[in-house]
């Protein structure tokens, strides 16, 4: 059974940073792409970082050079670094598990941390 598990949620003001962390199980971790995803209030869901198994990664042009991603295949997680918070990026942030580079959403979803930003 997968299972996919976030923290480190929560309230930041404007400007300040976050780390999200995802452990898994039930899968072969170091050979599974790796996924941030969020979705906001009224919104769809939407990709926010990805790195694939040999360590490449893609960012949303709306979080890139303020988000990073990064896996530790030793300890079966992967983060997600979030500097200069901004309020739209008020959302609930989802660890995702399966994708690759061409489709990163793989089928595999943790159960969601919130995260709220104020200005």
């Known amino acids: 059974q997968v299972q996919l598990v976030e923290s480190g949620g929560g309230l930041v003001q404007a400007g300040g940073s976050l780390r999200l962390s995802c452990a898994g199980s039930?899968?072969?971790?170091?050979?599974?792409?790796m996924g941030w995803y969020r979705q906001a209030p009224g919104k769809q869901r939407e990709l926010v970082a990805f790195?694939?198994?040999?360590?490449?990664?893609l960012y949303a042009d709306s979080v890139k050079d303020r988000f990073t991603i990064f896996r530790n295949n030793a300890q079966k997680t992967v983060s997600l670094r979030m500097n200069s918070l901004k309020p739209e990026d008020t959302a609930i942030y989802y660890c995702?598990?399966?994708?690759?580079?061409?489709?990163?959403?793989?089928?595999?979803w943790g159960q969601g941390t919130p995260v709220t930003v104020y200005s």
């Open positions: 039930g899968i072969i971790f170091s050979s599974t792409g």
């Open positions: 995702n598990a399966g994708g690759t580079l061409r489709t990163p959403a793989g089928q595999y």
């Open positions: 790195i694939s198994v040999g360590g490449f990664t």
